[in-house]
């Protein structure tokens, strides 16, 4: 039996189930990837997507594969290739969102289906509140049954793939990047970005909120495409407890979005306010980091430069714009999800909302003070200084 597997957050061949459920369900498979215009991504995410392509394509080889790949409608795609090459089902990744659900049921509709554990440590679904529904609405008692469940074993690597005669690959458009410093994509680029980071990251714990200190991993947009593992992650001894508690907020995230997939433009909680302001001045100053708060502009100067912002950053300037401007959240996620190379749906406009008190924080209301997070997070002004110098 030849099966098509499809690649989409998951571009690693290290602990990756929807690889191993490919080998175990079908004797040869065809390994594809779909650049379909219809999934959320931006230039800076773009580039990095494609060197993280190269980099599973000479790993795929590397094992007797190799990887096609392809532009368009997913679905179509499967449909082209399965029927070029014989294959009669598809395996892909879980992943929640409009998106991925959407392109479950297409692809159901061309080949038979089966669907592998996604970017999660816990799949979403698995853990259920005691009191009843179908997610977790509060992080606390999340990280508490999260932290039970998260333990699982690692999948095997494939020894040797079996392909039949491939199709051709379309050629991808280049990306035309806007920051001038990502980092490199791929899966070897990640566990390298790892095993330099690990060794010394006790310091964490204290340091995380450190903006000019700039300790934590820097390792979400290899986990937003999938270049690393995040179950593997979570069960790497040489990490703080810290992190992985991050590494659940991710999951929380993604569970949410799971039950509730319009998290990208319909307020989480109901009865949240949705009176925003419109300034398209004040906005285009605050994407511009030219508000003249040095915090906020460091902030997002950082994020054109790097396509990427420190998480204390994320949380000062989107708080700006939201409980200082009074404008709408999905303003701010939206200019986000243009530059970030880390852009992950559950984790963008959940911490949007999250900031914006609009979800699942549970303390909705509480104040903003650019000034104290400016003391207390850069207290010698060294991060206002790198980025936004006056
Ligand atoms: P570390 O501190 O080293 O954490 C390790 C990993 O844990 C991260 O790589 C990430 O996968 C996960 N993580 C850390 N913090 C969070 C968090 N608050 N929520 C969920 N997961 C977390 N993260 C994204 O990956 N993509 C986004 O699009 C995104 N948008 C955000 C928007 C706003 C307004 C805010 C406040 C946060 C956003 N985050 C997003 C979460 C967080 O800021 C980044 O994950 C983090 O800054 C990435 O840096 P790091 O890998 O060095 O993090």
Redesign the pocket.
């Known amino acids: 039996r030849t099966a098509v597997l499809l690649f989409t957050r998951d571009l690693r061949v290290h602990d990756n189930p929807t690889l191993a459920a490919a080998c175990r369900l079908a004797d040869r498979v065809v390994p594809l990837y779909v650049d379909d215009p219809g999934r959320a991504s931006n230039p800076n995410q773009r580039r990095f997507m494609l060197e993280s392509l190269d980099d599973l394509r000479v790993s795929l080889r590397a094992a007797g594969g190799d990887l096609v790949v392809r532009r368009g409608a997913t679905a179509a795609q499967v449909a082209a290739v399965g029927e070029a090459t014989g294959a009669d089902l598809v395996v892909c990744a879980s992943d929640a969102g409009r998106f991925a659900a959407g392109l479950r049921e297409r692809l159901a509709d061309v080949a038979e289906l089966r669907v592998a554990p996604g970017p999660a440590v816990v799949e979403p679904g698995r853990l259920l509140p005691s009191g009843g529904g179908d997610h977790y609405r509060v992080f606390t008692p999340y990280w508490r049954a999260w932290s039970q469940a998260r333990w699982r074993g690692v999948e095997p690597e494939p020894e040797r793939l079996r392909t039949p005669n491939l199709p051709d690959s379309d050629e991808l458009p280049p990306a035309d990047a806007t920051a001038t410093h990502l980092p490199p994509g791929g899966e070897r680029a990640a566990l390298a970005r790892l095993d330099a980071w690990a060794p010394g990251s006790d310091d964490?714990p204290d340091r995380?909120d450190d903006l000019a200190g700039d300790r934590?991993?820097?390792?979400?947009p290899y986990?937003?495409l999938g270049c690393l593992s995040a179950r593997e992650l979570a069960a790497d001894p040489r990490l703080p407890e810290a992190?992985v508690r991050?590494?659940c907020?991710?999951d929380f995230?993604l569970q949410v979005l799971a039950a509730f997939p319009s998290l990208t433009d319909v307020p989480y909680r109901r009865g949240a306010r949705d009176d925003w302001e419109s300034d398209p001045a004040a906005l285009e100053a605050w994407r511009r980091g030219e508000t003249g708060v040095g915090i906020v502009d460091a902030g997002m100067r950082q994020l054109l430069a790097e396509g990427?912002?420190?998480?204390r950053a994320?949380?000062i300037t989107?708080g700006y714009l939201v409980k200082t401007l009074g404008l709408d959240w999905r303003a701010?996620?939206a200019w986000?999800?243009r530059h970030?190379v880390?852009?992950?749906e559950a984790?963008?406009w959940?911490?949007?909302q999250?900031?914006a008190g609009t979800g699942n924080d549970t303390r909705p209301n509480r104040g903003f003070n650019h000034e104290r997070q400016a003391a207390r997070f850069d207290p010698d002004g060294a991060y206002r200084r790198r980025w936004a110098p006056s």
């Open positions: 964490y995380h934590t991993s820097r390792l979400s986990l937003a992190l991050q590494l907020w991710r995230h990427w912002m420190h998480n994320r949380l989107a701010g996620a986000f999800a970030l880390d852009l992950d984790n963008n959940g911490n949007w999250w900031t």
